[in-house]
């Protein structure tokens, strides 16, 4: 099982990329930019990484982003995670990034898209793996601050596939972000939300009636709401899941807690993902073993969970067919 999941061909589509950035590239970076960090070493930083919910991640999380400053910065950490995402047979990954974690301390837009998108274009040509790039909207910040950010963001709408919300969700709802979703989607803009991740299910009704999203990001406590349910499952509505982060942000309290295995069961279209890898320890490979080892998973799972996200992903139909028929070769 271990061999078959280490060369399965993977899709990912929640992969927040500032998430991606290593201790040993904090620390380089800081050094490269002049910044003084907190933390005597990488092994301090390491054990700082003990979280209590969502909000005590992301507290850490946008401290950590402080370093990236220049276009080369952002280009080293999204290259960095394409050779890793590259050596776990990703074909195909849809990257989130945070733009107003970096205007919001001064740094361009500009600065912060480019370094990212050239590095996605160097993985295309160097490292065969595609990709699409999803700008997202604090939620703890105002609407007007993301509609000013969508407004920046237009000038290079050919570089987005859509657009998202995350950090802190209790006590912002997504309806907040209605007028900026709309003027997305009006902007031909694909829309996904995180939802369900600490909030309530209304906040996945939400995300789906005010925001007319895609798919959820997480969206595990849809599970105490059976009409919920039952609309994931009659509308296909694709789930990224998340397992080492719902861990390690005490969503659930084992792996064997966690909820995925009957979701999948129910029929939700169901996909497995990293969301923070460097602040999880674990990137997709990992959070499929995991899975797959707490939970039971079969070949069965691996390959549902597999075609999920081919099916979810926000490519074309002739490069989701290449793509299933890779996995198909594979697996059967
Ligand atoms: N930003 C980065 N990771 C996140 C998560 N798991 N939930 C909300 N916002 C995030
Ligand atoms: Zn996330």
């Known amino acids: 099982m271990q061999k078959l999941i280490e060369g399965l061909p993977k899709v990912e589509l929640h992969i927040h990329i500032e998430g991606s950035l290593e201790p040993e590239m904090m620390f380089a970076l800081a050094e490269r930019n002049g910044i003084e960090l907190r933390f005597p070493s990488v092994e301090a930083v390491r054990q700082a990484y003990a979280f209590r919910d969502l909000q005590s991640f992301l507290d850490i999380y946008y401290e950590g982003a402080a370093v990236l400053r220049e276009a080369q910065d952002f280009y080293d950490l999204t290259w960095a995670y394409l050779q890793k995402a590259s050596a776990q047979r990703v074909r195909h990954t849809e990257i989130f990034f945070d733009p107003q974690t970096h205007t919001d301390r001064g740094i361009d837009f500009d600065t912060v898209i480019t370094g990212i998108h050239d590095a996605l274009e160097d993985g295309r040509r160097r490292l065969n793996i595609s990709s699409h790039l999803i700008l997202c909207f604090l939620r703890h910040l105002s609407a007007e601050a993301a509609m000013a950010t ?183």
């Open 150 to 332: 969508l407004e920046q963001a237009l000038a290079h709408k050919e570089k987005i596939i859509g657009v998202g919300l995350d950090s802190s969700e209790l006590d912002h709802p997504p309806i907040t972000f209605k007028s900026v979703f709309e003027r997305a989607r009006s902007e031909g803009l694909m829309t996904v939300a995180h939802a369900g991740e600490e909030g309530p299910p209304e906040y996945i009704r939400q995300a789906l009636d005010s925001l007319q999203v895609a798919r959820i990001d997480h969206g595990v406590r849809c599970i105490e709401d059976a009409t919920l349910v039952e609309r994931l499952v009659r509308n296909q509505v694709p789930l990224t899941v998340c397992p080492i982060s719902n861990v390690k942000l005490r969503i659930f309290e084992t792996m064997q807690a966690h909820n995925l295995k009957r979701l999948l069961d129910l029929g939700i279209r169901i996909t497995i993902n990293s969301d923070d890898p460097a602040y999880f320890g674990g990137y997709i490979t990992e959070n499929f073993l995991q899975a797959q080892r707490a939970l039971m998973l079969d070949v069965g799972d691996i390959y549902r969970l597999s075609k999920n996200a081919i099916l979810a992903s926000f490519l074309g139909h002739s490069d989701k067919e290449k793509l299933l028929q890779e996995l198909d070769t594979y697996i059967l």
